[in-house]
């Protein structure tokens, strides 16, 4: 079993940036492809930036391309979303996620894995 703790996440004026951190624990974390993904109220979870295994290649969601980098220390079992120029439609539930799948997985329904999300709230 996977388990997969988001932090990270607050309140913050549009423009500044956050870093989230998701730490796994309870399996060998190299052999997952990860990704975070976020939910607004009321929409459908929104697909946000994905990882190989390796780190080698990622993959953003067209909303933050420019503006959101995601990496991974698998010396530390953990994945960071690295948020800058946020902006108020960035407020949402962010969640990570882990995937057996090879290659960089951009779709929900190929995750194995969920946290529970953290909070990131843009507003002035």
């Known amino acids: 079993q996977v388990q997969l703790v988001e932090s990270g996440g607050g309140l913050v004026q549009p423009g500044e940036s956050l870093r989230l951190s998701c730490a796994a624990s309870?399996?060998?974390?190299?052999?997952?492809?990860m990704g975070w993904f976020r939910q607004a109220p009321g929409k459908e979870r929104e697909f946000v930036a994905a990882i190989t295994r390796s780190g080698g290649g990622t993959n953003y969601g067209d909303s933050v391309k420019g503006r959101f980098t995601i990496s991974r220390d698998n010396a530390k079992n953990t994945v960071y979303l690295q948020m800058n120029s946020l902006k108020p439609e960035d407020t949402a539930v962010y969640y990570c996620?882990?995937?057996?799948?090879?290659?960089?997985?951009?779709?929900?329904?190929?995750?194995?894995?969920w946290g529970q999300g953290t909070q990131v709230t843009v507003s002035s």
């Open positions: 996620a882990a995937s057996k799948t090879y290659g960089v997985v951009i779709t929900t329904g190929r995750y194995d894995y």
């Open positions: 309870g399996t060998i974390f190299r052999i997952y492809a």
